[in-house]
């Protein structure tokens, strides 16, 4: 079956980076984008940006350009997406989700990965 | 920019109908999308496209688009919906991908 299997928790002091790992299987990694989607504690989801199915291309949003780069590795169907230059308000569960859109101008997320807990704390 | 809006918390009766709505500019020209979240759990798609149920998703879940505003409706609502409800759609005109703000649905 499709499924996204994140990296674990993480725990990391201001200043420092993380890079979290979401390992696809299942399906043709190559044939679909990567989302990166971020949730703060008891906040909404938030979304991070993307990767292209080859890897090429990245579309960040705008509050994380400059400290976010989302990477993959299609000889093991991982994406990568690492922050750097933690504060304490980036702790927050982050989830890789596969894209899937259609002609119909609609696009949507499935399956999530299971998220990933990064803690930033001095 | 486009944002999405939706009412922070709705609440229904067991067995009741109940529509949750999400409005933007965004949603002129593409789709919504619908994710429940559970406690402690990852988002799982519950409508996409015009109208469309993934498998695993109850048929008493529907989705709508009209102008400016997606609506998932449930129709009979059951103890196990009781969830946070975001909807997600692309901005076009900004070359990105957004979420509302998420809606609490309380079964009563």
């Known amino acids: 079956q499709v499924q996204l299997v994140q990296s674990g928790a993480e725990m990391k002091k201001p200043g420092a980076s993380v890079k979290v790992s979401c390992k696809a299987s299942?399906?043709?990694?190559?044939?679909?984008?990567m989302h990166w989607v971020r949730q703060a504690p008891g906040q909404g989801l938030e979304w991070m940006g993307l990767?292209?199915?080859?890897?090429?291309?990245?579309n960040y949003a705008q509050k994380f350009q400059g400290r976010v780069t989302m990477t993959r590795d299609t000889s093991t169907s991982t994406d990568y997406m690492e922050l750097s230059s933690l504060r304490s308000d980036d702790t927050a569960v982050y989830y890789c989700?596969?894209?899937?859109?259609?002609?119909?101008?609609?696009?949507?997320?499935?399956?999530w990965g299971q998220g990933t807990l990064v803690t930033v704390s001095s | 920019s486009s944002e999405l809006t939706q009412d922070p918390a709705v609440s229904v009766a067991l067995g009741q109908t109940v529509r949750i709505t999400c409005q933007g500019d965004?949603?002129?020209?593409?789709?919504a999308s619908w994710y429940q979240q559970k406690p402690g759990q990852a988002p799982v798609l519950v409508i996409y496209g015009k109208n469309n149920r993934p498998s695993g998703t109850p048929d008493r879940f529907s989705g709508s688009n009209s102008g400016n505003t997606a609506s998932l409706t449930i129709t009979g609502a059951q103890a196990e919906d009781e969830a946070d409800y975001y909807c997600y759609s692309r901005d076009r005109s900004a070359n990105r991908w957004v979420f509302g703000g998420g809606t609490k649905l309380t079964v009563l």
């Open positions: 990767i292209n199915p080859t890897g090429r291309n990245t």
């Open positions: 965004s949603l002129r020209t593409c789709y």
């Open positions: 989700a596969r894209d899937i859109s259609d002609a119909t101008s609609s696009w949507w997320l499935d399956p």
């Open positions: 299942g399906y043709t990694f190559t044939r679909h984008y």
